[in-house]
C-alpha cells in the first residue's frame, strides 16, 4: 500500500507537469479544523457581502469526504495566467488578469479531465470529482496545506518562484496518496498589499471583507455600486489585481504558455469609449467565452457607468 502511495503520488506529479500546471501538491482528505473558526467569523462578520452561496454547506467546505464519498486525498494544482502581455490602461477601464482570455473553469477542466483517463489508464479505475473554482471547496486551504504555498496578508496563495498569479484546482479521490508538508511563510514584515488597496479591504493579516474588495463590486454585486466605492475604483471595470501587483513575490511571475488565456484582439483594441458604447450583441460576441460574461451586459454597463460619473466627478473636483 505504501509502496503504491509513493508510485501514483509521483505519478500524479509527473502528469501534472506534463499537462502544463505549475504546481502539484497533496493531502489527506479530512476536515480542515484549523479553517472552521476562521470560516465562521467570515460568515459572523458578513465579509461575504451578498454572495450567499459562501454561507451554505459549511461542513462540506471542511470536509470534502461529505462531497467525495470515500474520498482518501486532495490533489492540489495551480495553474499559470500571468500574461505576456497586458491589456493598455492609458483611456481605459481596467480588467483583471485572468480575465484576458477563455473561462479558466471550462479550460482547467478539460485538462484535468485528459490527464485523469490517462491516469485511469495506467492505474486503473479509481473514484474522483474535479473541482475548479467550483461546488463548495476550501481550495486556497487545500493547496496551502499541500505545500504549493504559502497564504500572503492580502489572502491570496503565495509562491516564492512564481508569485500569485495562478489558478487553483482540485482532485479529490479516492485513491491512498502520499501526503506533502506544506511551506513556511514568506510575507515577512511587508505590508504593501494592505496599503494599497483603495478600499479597505484587507481587515486584517490574511483576513479580506469580501463586501469591501473592487473584484465583489465589480463581478458578484448584483444591485447598484454602494456610494463608498465612488473614487475608489481607480478605473477597474472587472475584478482588481492591486494587491498581487504590487507583491514583491510577484517579481518573479512568468508569463503563461497557453493560448486559451491570450487577450483576443477585440479586447486589446478596446478603450473608455468602446466600453461606454459596448451593445449586447458585441458584449456576446467578445465574451461569449469569457470570465467576464459572469457580470453579464447589465452589470458590466452599471460598472461603467458608475466609473464614468466618477470620472466626471473628479473633472468637476479639479475644474
Known sequence: MLHNARKYSELIKSKARKFGFQGCGISA?????????PLENFLKNHYHGEMAYMANHFDKRLDPRLLVP????????????YPSETIETLDNYKISKYAYGYD?????????REMVAELQAEIGDFGYRIFVD??????????????????????????KKTGSFFFLAELVCDLVLEADAPVTDHCGYCTRCLQACPTGAIVADRVVDGSKC??????????????????HLEDWMFGCDICQDVCPWNRFSKPHNQPAFQPNEALKAFRKN????LTQALFSEVFRKSPVKR?????????????????????????
Open 29 to 37: 482528505a479530512g476536515f480542515l479544523e484549523e479553517d472552521a473558526l
Open 70 to 81: 470515500g474520498a482518501k486525498s486532495v490533489v492540489s494544482f495551480s495553474y499559470n495566467y
Open 104 to 112: 479558466y473553469h471550462e479550460v482547467i477542466k478539460d485538462i484535468l
Open 134 to 159: 467550483s461546488a463548495p471547496v476550501l481550495e486556497r486551504s487545500w493547496a496551502r496545506k499541500s505545500g504549493i504555498g504559502w497564504v500572503g496578508k492580502n489572502a491570496n496563495l503565495i509562491t
Open 214 to 231: 473592487i473584484s465583489y463590486a465589480t463581478i458578484e454585486l448584483k444591485d447598484d455600486i454602494p456610494s463608498e466605492f465612488k473614487n
Open 274 to 277: 468602446d466600453w461606454e458604447e
Open 295 to 319: 457580470a453579464k451586459f447589465k452589470g458590466l454597463q452599471r460598472t461603467v457607468a458608475f466609473l464614468k460619473s466618477s470620472d466626471q466627478g473628479k473633472g468637476l473636483e479639479e475644474g
